[in-house]
């Protein structure tokens, strides 16, 4: 059976989770000199590796031949945890497991001892959706739980999580994956998967995948699947259904001229090609953001740039529109993506759209 790009390149050490080294390298050390805590919290947006970092942990702390903090993964336990039959280690979701009972079950289960290894590790993902009720059941364990037990907690949505929770945790915040690494990362599984794999095409997965190295995997997979042969930026933006950063930035360019004809033009070849409404206006959205940036902070906004369009082509169309325009032009975006999801005809709201952003006077 085919394992889907995310899963077969899940990391299995701390030292290949990517742009986490303030996180991996403080858990190797509390692994290697044995100052564990009891409990943890991982806290970022999605696809950063807080699970990943989680189980990784959880098979360091059971590992019968540790490498300077990191598992082995050859030895009995790690491969029981790896095939997800250790009994010991255990990952709950808590978005379909959230109500009281079910942590007043896991909390009667965690004071037996192991069975198989040495710890007995709770994974709590999307920790932030239990209810006040079973959060509060889980208090108490995880303030002075045996010392047999490890919790591991898990969230996208920290401000959800009660204090009473974070001040029993050790939190460990993980940042947002930069394009680069993204891009450097989807080349070198390309290379191992055997994918043509062009450097721009790179380049589009890695902001299309926004900050998330398992969004970007996936993306891979799915278009490697869909073409033959070598996998170029244009046939990323065939196989997702996105403009692109050309069309994209030739539609900018008929706006800030105020040219409505070729402007709607454009839009209905988009359309007709099949083209996603909301993925193009959010390209727009994005280019948009991007020239506002550069309008305001100058040389220094070169690096905040979401990738949208070339520098050169983002600096020649700020010359061309001023930051009150661009400010009304994101607004105006925004309200009709918005409004597309209680819209009866999405192709006329973005017409309608199109169309005000190239006459301001309408």
């Given at each position: 059976m085919y394992l889907a790009l995310y899963r077969k390149w899940r990391p299995r050490?701390?030292?290949?989770?990517?742009?986490?080294?303030?996180?991996?390298?403080?858990?190797?050390?509390?692994?290697?000199?044995?100052?564990?805590?009891?409990?943890?919290?991982?806290?970022?947006?999605?696809?950063?590796?807080?699970?990943?970092?989680?189980?990784?942990?959880?098979?360091?702390?059971?590992?019968?031949?540790?490498?300077?903090?990191?598992?082995?993964?050859?030895?009995?336990?790690?491969?029981?945890?790896?095939?997800?039959?250790?009994?010991?280690?255990?990952?709950?979701?808590?978005?379909?497991?959230?109500?009281?009972?079910?942590?007043?079950?896991?909390?009667?289960?965690?004071?037996?001892?192991?069975?198989?290894v040495k710890m007995r590790v709770y994974i709590i993902d999307e920790v932030h959706m239990l209810s006040i009720s079973a959060f509060n059941a889980l208090l108490k364990i995880i303030e002075e739980p045996p010392e047999h037990l490890l919790f591991i907690l898990a969230t996208t949505e920290l401000h959800k999580v009660p204090a009473t929770i974070l001040s029993r945790c050790q939190r460990f915040s993980f940042r947002r994956i930069s394009q680069e690494d993204i891009a450097a990362r989807l080349q070198y599984v390309a290379y191992q998967e055997n994918i043509d794999l062009d450097d721009g095409a790179a380049r589009v997965i890695a902001r299309l995948a926004d900050g998330g190295m398992r969004d970007g995997l996936s993306l891979l997979d799915q278009c490697a699947s869909a073409t033959t042969g070598e996998l170029t930026a244009e046939r990323v933006y065939a196989c997702l259904g996105i403009a692109g950063e050309r069309k994209c930035g030739e539609m900018m360019g008929y706006i800030a001229a105020h040219d409505t004809k070729n402007a709607l033009e454009l839009f209905n070849r988009l359309y007709t090609e099949g083209k996603d409404l909301s993925a193009m206006l959010d390209e727009m959205a994005c280019l948009t953001r991007d020239l506002l940036v550069l309008k305001t902070a100058g040389n220094a906004g070169i690096t905040m740039l979401s990738g949208v369009a070339s520098d050169k082509e983002a600096l020649e169309l700020t010359k061309a529109l001023t930051s009150a325009e661009l400010v009304r032009m994101m607004e105006r975006l925004q309200e009709t993506m918005a409004g597309f999801t209680r819209s009866a005809s999405r192709r006329m709201d973005a017409e309608l759209c199109i169309v005000e952003l190239c006459q301001p006077e309408l």
């Amino acid at each position: 059976m085919y394992l889907a790009l995310y899963r077969k390149w899940r990391p299995r050490v701390f030292s290949e989770v990517i742009s986490q080294e303030h996180i991996t390298q403080t858990l190797q050390n509390q692994v290697r000199t044995g100052r564990m805590a009891h409990a943890y919290l991982f806290t970022g947006s999605r696809g950063t590796g807080k699970t990943s970092c989680a189980k990784i942990l959880a098979k360091a702390v059971n590992c019968l031949n540790p490498d300077h903090g990191n598992p082995c993964n050859v030895c009995e336990a790690c491969k029981a945890i790896d095939s997800g039959s250790c009994m010991d280690v255990l990952e709950i979701d808590a978005a379909s497991n959230n109500g009281v009972d079910n942590v007043r079950d896991l909390r009667d289960d965690a004071i037996y001892t192991p069975s198989q290894v040495k710890m007995r590790v709770y994974i709590i993902d999307e920790v932030h959706m239990l209810s006040i009720s079973a959060f509060n059941a889980l208090l108490k364990i995880i303030e002075e739980p045996p010392e047999h037990l490890l919790f591991i907690l898990a969230t996208t949505e920290l401000h959800k999580v009660p204090a009473t929770i974070l001040s029993r945790c050790q939190r460990f915040s993980f940042r947002r994956i930069s394009q680069e690494d993204i891009a450097a990362r989807l080349q070198y599984v390309a290379y191992q998967e055997n994918i043509d794999l062009d450097d721009g095409a790179a380049r589009v997965i890695a902001r299309l995948a926004d900050g998330g190295m398992r969004d970007g995997l996936s993306l891979l997979d799915q278009c490697a699947s869909a073409t033959t042969g070598e996998l170029t930026a244009e046939r990323v933006y065939a196989c997702l259904g996105i403009a692109g950063e050309r069309k994209c930035g030739e539609m900018m360019g008929y706006i800030a001229a105020h040219d409505t004809k070729n402007a709607l033009e454009l839009f209905n070849r988009l359309y007709t090609e099949g083209k996603d409404l909301s993925a193009m206006l959010d390209e727009m959205a994005c280019l948009t953001r991007d020239l506002l940036v550069l309008k305001t902070a100058g040389n220094a906004g070169i690096t905040m740039l979401s990738g949208v369009a070339s520098d050169k082509e983002a600096l020649e169309l700020t010359k061309a529109l001023t930051s009150a325009e661009l400010v009304r032009m994101m607004e105006r975006l925004q309200e009709t993506m918005a409004g597309f999801t209680r819209s009866a005809s999405r192709r006329m709201d973005a017409e309608l759209c199109i169309v005000e952003l190239c006459q301001p006077e309408l």
